[in-house]
T-cell receptor, first 116, second 111 residues
Framework: EAGVTQSPTHLIKTRGQQATLRCSPI?????VYWYQQALGLGLQFLLW???????NRGNFPPRFSGRQFPNYSSELNVNALELEDSALYLC???????????????FGSGTRLTVV | SQQGEEDPQALSIQEGENATMNCSYK?????LQWYRQNSGRGLVHLIL?????REKHSGRLRVTLDTSKKSSSLLITASRAADTASYFC???????????FGTGTSLTVIP
């Protein structure tokens, strides 16, 4: 069974540009979660998608957005990049709403975004 | 914030010794989980303990949960150099699917 895959592995962008990060969940998982991990810090919850809808978002500005496609893969978009957006962005997937919290997440290896 | 906090922030031990790290959280939870992260990559799920459980074992891992104190501990027995990683606790509430992660404990096991 393939794990959670994220692309690209590394991304370098200039301040003010837009970044698009992609995530494919484990087959059968309908929930996708995005987390930001700045250097040396814990994971900050960004977004949760389930069945194509945004279910919850963390305390991040609107320039962080995303979507979930019919095949349950997901995109995270960061507009108007700022230097402090440099971080490891982790995607995780789980079973569907209502049952996901009873199981562990399966994480991808992350996308390291560097804003220069 | 619903995030937990791990303690200590960093821990260095000799191979073969036991490592204990603690997690405190703020709100009522459905379950608590521990994850390991190697070298800033993806997290690996280690163990889950439900709110009605007090202790759980998995191989060399032992997790305890005290809901009255809103705290949990992770014990790694007979540590190995390969256990060197950051360890995070994550809490799941009864109202949502997303987990809230702590700040992590960086464990170094010296061969």
């Amino acid at each position: 069974e393939a794990g959670v895959t994220q692309s690209p592995t590394h991304l370098i962008k200039t301040r003010g540009q837009q970044a698009t990060l992609r995530c494919s969940p484990i087959s059968g998982h309908t929930s996708v979660y995005w987390y930001q991990q700045a250097l040396g810090l814990g994971l900050q919850f960004l977004l949760w998608y389930d069945e194509g809808e945004e279910r919850n978002r963390g305390n991040f500005p609107p320039r962080f957005s995303g979507r979930q496609f019919p095949n349950y893969s997901s995109e995270l978009n960061v507009n108007a990049l700022e230097l402090e957006d440099s971080a490891l962005y982790l995607c995780a997937s789980s079973w569907t709403l209502g049952t996901g919290s009873s199981y562990g997440y399966t994480f991808g290896s992350g996308t390291r975004l560097t804003v220069v | 914030s619903q995030q937990g906090e791990e303690d200590p922030q960093a821990l260095s031990i000799q191979e073969g010794e036991n490592a204990t790290m603690n997690c405190s959280y703020k709100t009522s939870i459905n379950n608590l989980q521990w994850y390991r992260q190697n070298s800033g990559r993806g997290l690996v799920h280690l163990i889950l303990i439900r709110s009605n459980e007090r202790e759980k074992h998995s191989g060399r891992l032992r997790v305890t949960l005290d809901t009255s104190k809103k705290s949990s501990s992770l014990l790694i027995t007979a540590s190995r150099a390969a256990d060197t990683a950051s360890y995070f606790c994550a809490t799941a509430t009864n109202t949502g699917n997303q987990f809230y992660f702590g700040t992590g404990t960086s464990l170094t096991v010296i061969p």
